[in-house]
């Protein structure tokens, strides 16, 4: 399944808008020599639904999650950093699915460079670098038929820096993309 998630974004590549928000802040990364920008404001959420199965992979510019993206030097920024990974830890606080589908999440992993242990020089290493969050999530959910629909607006209200989010889903019965916002934030499945 999880390489179902990667071939996801070039499966939707036709689904892309044509063109990026005018005002939108961008930024592309080396190491990230892909398709995707760093855009302050937006993140990429990818779901595969396969059995009972639900993968959700999110991919966000650490300022839309934390207010900032240097390594974390203030007692604010130490608690806010420690915050925010606490929240993500815990997908059932962010993404509400139907209870009658009875997901339970069985992995759950989260990478960025903020979240490691830092010695002096590595944080100063990231100190002007654009960093990005990503998590991955894996549910099992009992009767995935009742899997109908995913609500973020849980996951908009805690992030008050997300303005948009680009949903791409993969499932049995398709490909599909939609844009989710804090005024749209039900996703059907």
Not at 39 to 64: Q, R, V
Not at 89 to 95: M, S
């Amino acid at each position: 399944m999880r390489l179902l998630l990667l071939t996801l974004p070039l499966a939707l590549l036709p689904f892309a808008p044509a063109h990026a928000n005018e005002h939108a802040h961008e930024h592309d990364h080396d190491e990230h020599a892909s398709l995707d920008a760093h855009e302050h404001g937006s993140a990429s959420l990818n779901i595969a639904l396969e059995g009972n199965s639900l993968e959700l992979e999110l991919d966000s510019p650490a300022m839309n999650l934390l207010g900032f993206e240097h390594a974390a030097h203030s007692t604010a920024d130490r608690a806010k950093l420690a915050s925010v990974k606490r929240l993500l830890e815990q997908p059932q606080q962010l993404f509400t699915l139907p209870a009658a589908a009875n997901c339970q999440i069985t992995s759950s992993e989260l990478h960025s460079p903020l979240f490691e242990a830092e010695s002096a020089d590595h944080a100063h290493e990231h100190e002007h670098e654009h960093s990005d969050i990503e998590a991955h999530y894996q549910f099992s959910c009992a009767n995935p038929q009742a899997l109908d629909s995913l609500s973020l607006a849980a996951f908009f209200k805690q992030f008050a820096g997300m303005e948009k989010l680009q949903v791409q889903l993969i499932s049995t019965t398709g490909q599909s993309g939609k844009t989710l916002t804090a005024s749209d934030s039900l996703l059907p499945l």
